[in-house]
């Protein structure tokens, strides 16, 4: 059993994560959230009084903290009294704040893959390069560690479990489908940070085909697939996260990600692409002045959390996995249905926001009521996946299947 | 009678001045080329000897000088004993070169309208905000100083002018059509600096037509043009110089220009005016640098000058000219094909550097043998267009019309 949280991290899944701990306060105790720059949490602590999110009274407070200095990270899991760090900061900064977490025998959590700021697209499996280096320190220490467990990866990874637990014996396939079918009224804008947005599709598309790794480049394979409320929908193979553990436990699958995108993203995606202006390397101006011209487009796009009070319409993501049941082809879709303007509502957020905000939150309490204090480092579907699918269906992401027994609410016991 | 000659500039079209000059230094005298980076000239120079394009053994020299300072340039005047300057720098240099023209006494022109770094496209007539300002000043001074004598601006307005002499005795519209129907062979580039290019384009698109300045914005207006040797092309109405003066000349007449854009052009232009990475204004990155992302985006864009050793096909610029001869309604197309591949063979630079490149230097000559040496401010279409039409035919820009008698050259006495 353990208590109080800190979460690491000020934007717009922050919020989400904020608001979803308040909620839930009566079980997890005191809450800290901290970032770079402290008003951004002020603002976070602001808008859950607003809402008057807090279950019970109790503690929210706001530090100001590097994320990249380990030892200020784990000087603040000291001082606050945290027993579980639920970090949605910058995809920099996953290793100095695990390292944190383990000095001081806390549980961890993340929900996305480290990055070095220098280097796109690593080698597979991407988390060999860092987190899973960790995994000895993590069973030595005791220390409960939690990688990527947001919607994608996260829940994501429980659905891949969930199937090879409930619906089928042996599993040939699993895509992954990430569907954004809202809307939110700009000429062009990304969901989240336009830095780890492009980063993401400007390296090799990573797939486990055939039992072994496929290289293709970003937009090169696309599929229309027919998911339930978004309809027909293109969506593009991507290289993402949990390919690169599914593809450990189901190494005689094929597991692959795909992620929808109209025409116009795509169109703006490659132009800039194409001329240089995802760079994430500097290039100088006539002037002399040397720029990173990613960072110059980041600067001149709508910031994402400005988004999030006119989004509207739906997204779906799941899992269609494919394999065999008694010994004949079966194939299920297990799916979330998320609303951007019910998730703006509850939490001052958009869908994206939410889908990747709520799930740390439920992992957190299963880890204060010791369900997922599993004491070593796991990836979600590590992890026994019914308890955290149920609490989910209650804190506000519904979990759905679709086979051949029809389109159904998954509920246990 | 005037000799020697001072280039300002060290770009494309500078390039091809200095061939051009080289070529014809028997009337010219001795020739010196300026820019900021000296470098850019001593290449110009040594390009010049490689081709072997002085005519005459002669003088030709490089010096370093900040154009926009006017006593800088006057000190380089009365060094090289220059009486004639071609000004081809940054159109942002303009009337700091004209000034010490005027401090001088020395002849003056160039090829492209002043610009002030920190606007865009200011209010009509163009040359009204700048260099018309100076009229009394050249006059007084007995300075000839002609404006705009590249191609367009510059033959296009002794084509209008030819058209008046010549071929209708009134006229209702000018429509000056500018293809580019070459190919250079890189996914985007732009034909001669990207920030001037792009600037061209960001403001509105002024026209006159019945008589009254007409506001679109660019892309906005789209036709399709029949031309000799380039075909059918689709072009778009671009606010350009040349609309500028002949409105004044012809104010009954509809004077407008049309650029041809290719549907990729207008898609990468779209994306990035959108994003708002053409903007000459700050922006301030998350990091808190201050960058003008149009600056980011001449940094990534090939360099113009690199494009010239790969570049095929065609341009094909002319004016249509409707009115009326003896009564009856008529039109004239009058217009100049020239070659990517061939001007690349003669001077080192593509097609667009050379039709900019080549007028300013017939200019000069003609200046040099006092047939256009008027002792005041003139843009083209004030003076006489049959020496300087006669004499480009014969050094590289030869000119074609096409009426209701055929298409045939334009060929006088």
Redesign the interface.
């Known amino acids: 059993m353990k208590k109080n949280v800190l979460i690491i991290g000020g934007g717009g899944v922050a919020q989400v994560v904020a608001h979803k701990c308040a909620q839930h306060n009566d079980l997890l105790g005191d809450l800290h959230i901290a970032s770079r720059t402290k008003s951004k949490c002020d603002s976070i602590i602001e808008s859950v009084h607003q809402k008057g999110a807090m279950k019970v009274p109790g503690t929210f407070e706001a530090h100001a903290v590097n994320a990249m200095d380990t030892a200020a990270v784990a000087d603040l899991i000291r001082k606050t009294g945290a027993q579980i760090v639920i970090n949605v900061g910058s995809a920099f900064v996953n290793m100095y704040v695990l390292d944190a977490c383990i000095e001081t025998g806390v549980a961890y959590m993340d929900t996305a893959i480290h990055e070095d700021p220098e280097k796109i697209c690593e080698t597979p499996p991407w988390y060999g390069n860092y987190e899973w280096k960790k995994r000895e320190a993590c069973e030595k220490a005791g220390v409960t560690a939690i990688l990527g467990v947001g919607f994608d990866p996260g829940v994501v990874n429980a659905y891949a479990r969930l199937a090879e637990d409930e619906y089928l014996d042996t599993i040939t396939s699993i895509d992954i489908v990430d569907i954004n079918a809202g809307s939110h009224g700009k ?2 804008a990304t969901n989240f940070d336009p ?1 780890i947005n492009f980063r993401e599709f400007t390296g090799t598309v990573y797939s486990w085909q055939n039992g072994q790794w496929q290289s293709n480049t970003m937009f090169e394979v696309g599929k229309e697939w027919d998911l339930p409320v978004v309809g027909k929908q293109k969506a593009y193979m991507t290289g993402h996260d949990e390919v690169h553990s599914l593809s450990a436990r189901y190494p005689q699958a094929d597991v692959r990600f795909w992620m929808g995108f109209g025409d116009h993203y795509i ?2 995606f490659t ?2 692409k ?4 995802l ?1 994430e390397q500097p ?5 002399g ?1 040397e ?3 990613l ?7 709508p910031d994402p959390a400005s988004l999030a009070p006119n989004y509207t319409g739906k997204t779906c993501i799941g899992d269609f996995v494919k394999g065999t049941k008694d010994g004949k082809p079966a194939e299920v879709f297990i799916y979330n249905v998320a609303d951007h303007k019910e998730a703006y509502e509850e939490v001052g957020s958009q869908g994206i926001s939410y889908t990747a905000g709520v799930p740390p939150v439920a992992a957190a309490i299963l880890i204060a009521n010791g369900t997922w204090d599993v004491r070593k480092m796991a990836n979600v579907e590590d992890l026994d996946p019914k308890p955290f699918i149920s609490l989910l269906n209650r804190i506000g992401l519904p979990t759905r299947v679709k086979d051949a027994n029809g389109d159904r609410a998954v509920e246990f016991g």
């Open positions: 000429w062009f830095e169109n703006v132009v800039l194409n001329l240089g202006l760079s290039v100088k101006t006539a002037e002045q720029v990173v011209p960072k110059v487009v980041k600067a001149v796009l």
